[in-house]
């Protein structure tokens, strides 16, 4: 039943969906401002920070921002951190790096993998680039294992993005996250977007599902906006509540009104 708002405002597809292919990014300018300061990193072979609160499009930066890397001459290992222990870490790594990792030690596999990646760096001219999203989840043990895990040799250290919520900061401000710390050469912090920000943001994503006339009028804008903190996970969850009471409405045009209905479902 809830798909019924697509053919009443005849969207080809879901405008406002949990991921955007990388075609449909909008390039606004904390998006660019995250792959400039991750190019910047990994060109001195350091550390680089992204933080903002949930849904505030880190993870979408980042993505941008990997695409950027010719994979001739770098190979990115996205991972996605957890509260575990630092094996996890290296399994994930492993994993990506196509290797086995059934009933091998810690050191093995630290070996293992500094082996492989400076390898690749002097046999075949290529860079390796670490990408830790949700990096915030990260035991304060962990984050000192990564440099450690990162400290290829005297100089080489492999470029490391760390991405997270804020509390990401306060964990590297312990005494233990100073070597990795220490290391950080950019940052970016992502906040919610202003007003015109927003309203850029749901025309981009109603122009991608075909329509070009904004059916949101200002009010349902300005409630999208305030509802969401200028955040867009939250945006997205209010537009589309917001499509579908409008439709149940049988109104062309969505106001606040539809919008509101939207965030008694919402979180
Ligand atoms: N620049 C952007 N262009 C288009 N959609 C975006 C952009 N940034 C974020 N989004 C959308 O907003 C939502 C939240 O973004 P995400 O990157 O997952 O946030 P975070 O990682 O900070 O929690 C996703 O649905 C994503 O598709
Ligand atoms: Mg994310």
Do not use: W
Not at 18 to 44: M, S, W
Not at 120 to 128: A, P, S, V, Y
């Amino acid at each position: 039943m809830r798909d019924h708002y697509r053919a009443f405002f005849g969207l080809q597809q879901e405008p406002f969906g949990t991921t955007v292919p990388l075609k449909h990014i909008l390039e606004t300018p904390d998006v660019i401002g995250v792959k400039e300061r991750i190019d910047y990193v990994v060109r001195l072979g350091a550390v680089g920070l992204v933080t903002g609160d949930i849904g505030s499009g880190k993870s979408t930066a980042l993505k941008y921002a990997a695409a950027g890397f010719h994979p001739s001459e770098y190979r990115l290992i996205h991972l996605t951190a957890s509260s575990g222990s630092i094996l996890e870490i290296y399994r994930q790594l492993l994993c990506e790096l196509g290797m086995d990792t059934a009933g091998t030690s810690r050191t093995i596999m630290t070996q293992k993998i500094k082996k492989d990646i400076l390898e690749l760096m002097q046999g075949k001219k290529m860079k390796t680039v670490l990408i830790i999203d949700e990096a915030s989840l990260l035991r304060l043990e962990v984050l000192a294992e990564i440099h450690t895990l990162c400290s290829l040799h005297q100089d080489a250290f492999l470029p490391v993005i760390l991405a997270g919520q804020s509390s990401l900061v306060d964990k590297l401000m312990y005494r233990s996250s100073q070597p990795l710390a220490s290391r950080i050469v950019a940052r970016s912090h992502l906040e919610g977007v202003h007003r015109e920000g927003m309203e850029a943001y749901i025309t981009h994503h109603l122009a991608i599902a075909g329509i070009r006339t904004n059916p949101f009028d200002e009010t349902a804008v300005t409630a999208i906006h305030q509802g969401s903190g200028g955040l867009f996970r939250k945006a997205n969850h209010l537009a589309r509540g917001a499509l579908i009471a409008a439709a149940q409405d049988q109104s062309v045009t969505v106001s606040a009104e539809h919008v509101r209905i939207a965030s008694t479902e919402t979180f």
